[in-house]
């Protein structure tokens, strides 16, 4: 028989409307927006921790239990291990034994602790989060648990916050759900460059559209604090041409006072190398992202009291593409060019031309 689930149980938060935003919301937003990675970041924005609590919860971990709390433990000691054995790297007492794990990201955030241990937390942290990527995939390979196994537990888990969001009243036309057909892979790997399975995010997707184009932040906020961490953001799988980040500031001048404190200037979007989906029409607007949905395996594992394996993870992370828009600009991607019709057509003449090796000319579609 399969243990039963241990999901953490995360608190009810209050939707963060746009002015209420600081400077913690924003580089989260920003995150999203860019693709961008927390590899990258200076310091964390914790304040309390119930806050750190509570995201820990969000990445599937209630180190209320011993067995959660033991695991995030080994993942810090193997963070302090990398960066001693391969950088020489001294690492602070406090630091590597901390009294709650909560510490780690109150000392990240300077909100704890002496001044020299924000540095030294946020380079800890910023090698756990790569390690428990690493386990987390290690453990997938591990299990006997399907492709679609995983789709169902995702779809159950996003649709589920899904419909606490509209009975909290968040202003939600849409939000459904698709999982690619076999056919739909092959096309889309063989229009892809980089012909590896792996490299289709969206194999379950999920399609929210917002009321007005206000609505998309408190929506995409909200979905951060319920649903994924904003640090398991898939770095460059996102494309944005909805809401540019200067376009937020002017449209939101109430973030202007945090441009001094942001980790990267506001110009930096500006010197990205940014390319669009070749197929999609030349005004259409969307945020596409991926992330790794956090997803705790306990059916298809021991109970923890009964775990003998060596290494005792439970969380696992499944890859999924949201794709967020506002109502008006949903209704426009839908007419002419933007049309879903007209860009499967030019994606299969790319991939007509690719298997024919420019020997075979399509033929006109209507």
């Not at 399969?2 to 995360?10: F, G, I, Q, T």
């Not at 419909?163 to 939600?172: A, D, H, W």
């Not at 229009?191 to 609505?215: G, L």
């Not at 790794?292 to 969380?315: A, F, H, I, N, W």
Request: proline residues 6%.
């Amino acid at each position: 028989m399969k243990a039963p689930s241990l999901v953490p149980v995360l608190p009810a938060i209050p939707v963060r409307t746009v002015p209420e935003m600081g400077l913690r919301e924003l580089e989260r937003i920003r995150l999203i927006l860019r693709g961008g990675s927390v590899i990258d970041w200076r310091r964390m924005h914790f304040q309390t921790r119930d806050e750190v609590d509570r995201f820990l919860r969000l990445c599937q971990l209630d180190v209320s239990r011993p067995y959660d709390d033991a695991w995030a433990r080994v993942v810090l000691s193997d963070a302090v291990e990398y960066l001693r054995k391969t950088f020489d790297y001294r690492v602070a007492d406090a630091v590597a034994q901390p009294e709650e794990i909560h510490d780690l990201f109150l000392f990240a955030s300077g909100a704890k602790g002496l001044a020299r241990y924000r540095r030294i937390a946020c380079i800890v942290l910023k090698v756990m989060h790569v390690i428990q990527h690493i386990e987390g995939r290690d453990l997938l390979f591990r299990l006997a648990a399907s492709e679609a196994e995983l789709a169902e537990m995702v779809t159950e888990k996003v649709l589920g916050v899904a419909r606490e969001m509209k009975e909290m009243g968040l202003p939600i036309v849409e939000f459904a759900h698709s999982i690619k057909t076999r056919d739909s892979l092959v096309t889309k790997l063989i229009a892809k460059k980089e012909t590896v399975a792996a490299q289709v995010y969206d194999r379950t997707r999920f399609r929210v559209i917002t009321r007005k184009r206000e609505d998309l932040l408190p929506v995409l906020y909200f979905l951060t604090q319920r649903l994924f961490p904003f640090n398991f953001v898939v770095p460059g799988q996102t494309e944005n041409t909805l809401l540019p980040f200067k376009g937020l500031l002017e449209e939101n001048p109430h973030f202007e006072q945090f441009i001094p404190q942001l980790h990267l200037d506001r110009d930096f979007e500006d010197r990205e190398d940014r390319t669009g989906n070749a197929f999609s029409g030349t005004s259409y607007r969307v945020l596409n992202f991926v992330v790794d949905l956090p997803l705790r395996m306990d059916p298809y594992l021991p109970p923890p009291e009964s775990d003998t394996r060596p290494r005792k993870g439970r969380v696992t992370f499944a890859l999924v593409e949201f794709q967020i828009a506002d109502e008006e600009t949903a209704r426009r991607n839908e007419l002419g060019d933007n049309a879903h019709e007209s860009y499967k057509r030019r994606q299969k003449r790319r991939v007509l031309n690719r298997l024919s090796r420019g020997l075979v000319v399509p033929k006109r579609q209507g």
